[in-house]
């Protein structure tokens, strides 16, 4: 009997990828039993259907760090996710590991985040009783929220990868929640790489910096320019991983760096003043549609179309997350501002 082309290319991964990397055919499933796919691997699949996604869609329309910038070269949430995806997949590249599992992780892992970038989730965080995090929405989105709550019944390994992409102000590599593949480990440092990067080429444009601001060890190690440092640290994660055992982290020295990079961004981009003064309007904004819509639950059923409400504050918060920046700002005028009597 002729294999299938998806047995094929399993066939291919067992005998060109790396001992470290993750298999297809040896993925631990999905949260519902499926007939396996003639042509895909199951981590194929997955790329697909998060690609194929409502909430992939909505990233274009989505805050990365400026809030709607008028210039058309600024990072988007959507924008951030491919940068992230290229950078990870060359790193996998490299060190032979599944590249279709690494895109799967990469591409889904921002989907539950919030419309006006880390303010919106800052909002949900504080109007939460168990606060709000955009990881775990992220597998809230893929687990429940798309297909009209069907789900896309990814892999156990891509959710994995998502839920533990996230990594804030903590530890760059943390053993305590540790992906469960090579794969995620590479998403996750990955993700840092290209927002600390392109944030800053963003932040350079927006004359929020300046270049003679930036520390000089970050210049001295990483290089001048936005692709230089970029392939810094992608070079050095390959190689220190080629030295040390398929580890995936920086070498001690280029870590160093990197955290005084992502320190520098913190002090001077993230929580600056000029960023966030329109954050702060965005904060509000999102806050009385959240108290709005636990008011009106009717109103909050036609706009959203849930079916039903389980958790009306949970509930709330998915569909303000699932919100671009323009669709919130739309609703807001809808439901806040008057409108001008039109009949002559």
Known sequence: MLKTIREEIEEREKNVLSRYACLSYQSKGRLKDE?????????????????????????????QVFLA?????????LTHTLEVSQIA?????????????????????????????????????????????????SLKVVDYIEKEGEGLNLTYEVRDGIIKHSKGKGPITDKDNKPITKEGEVVRISDLIAYLSHDMD???????????????????????????????????????????????????????????LRDFMYKNVYEADIVHKEFYKAEKMLEQLFNFFKENEDIFLQVSEYKEIKSINDD????????????????????????PWEIL
């Open 316 to 339: 709330v918060a998915s569909f303000i997350s699932g919100m671009t920046d323009r669709y919130a700002i739309y609703l807001y005028e809808k439901f806040f501002l008057p409108k």
């Open 89 to 137: 997949r060359v790193i996998s590249r490299a060190l032979a590991l599944n590249e279709d599992l690494t895109e799967a992780i990469a591409l889904g892992h921002d989907l539950g985040h919030t419309p006006f970038g880390h303010a919106g989730e800052s909002v949900l965080n504080k109007l939460l009783k168990n606060g709000f995090r955009h990881n775990e929405q």
């Open 69 to 77: 910038p008028k210039g058309d070269h600024y990072r988007t949430r």
């Open 202 to 260: 963003d932040a350079l444009r927006a004359k929020v910096i300046k270049e003679s601001s930036i520390p000089k060890d970050i210049i001295r190690f990483l290089g001048k320019k936005h692709s230089t440092r970029i392939n810094s640290m992608v070079r050095n994660i390959i190689e220190y991983a080629r030295n040390n055992d398929y580890e995936i982290s920086f070498s001690s020295e280029i870590e160093e760096v990197v955290i005084l």
């Open 35 to 63: 007939k396996k796919c003639d042509l895909r691997t199951d981590f194929q699949r997955d790329r697909d259907r998060i690609i194929h996604s409502k909430a992939f869609r909505r990233l274009r329309y989505k805050t």
